[in-house]
Nanobody, 116 residues
């Protein structure tokens, strides 16, 4: 199994920045991809950024140009969030899909609050 731990959330004013980090441990050799999701109160969880095994990164349209995802080590997946808006507030979750079968693993989530 894979364990995921997120860090870096907090409270920031609109226009500010935060950096989230996700660290995977356990059977990391089974990871096919990693992602950041977020969930605001009363809303569905939505994909923010995704990285494949080969390092290809993709973003949701609503964060393009403001968020930058990166990976220094295979087991890490970070999210630099700039020009934050109040609508970016929510709990941010790290996700990994592992083989066989693309099984979901989730971190505990980290709260991001952007004040207007």
């Amino acid at each position: 199994q894979v364990q995921l731990v997120e860090s870096g959330g907090g409270l920031v004013q609109a226009g500010g920045s935060l950096r989230l980090s996700c660290s995977a441990s356990g059977m990391i050799f089974r990871i096919n991809s990693m992602s950041w999701y977020r969930q605001a109160p009363g809303k569905q969880r939505e994909l923010v950024a995704h990285i494949t095994n080969t390092g290809t990164i993709s973003y949701a349209d609503f964060v393009k140009g403001r968020f930058t995802a990166s990976r220094e080590k295979f087991e890490n997946f970070d999210l630099q969030m700039n020009s934050l808006k109040p609508e970016d507030s929510g709990v941010y979750f790290c996700n990994a899909l592992t083989r066989p079968g693309n099984v979901d693993s989730w971190g505990q989530g980290t709260q991001v609050t952007v004040s207007s």
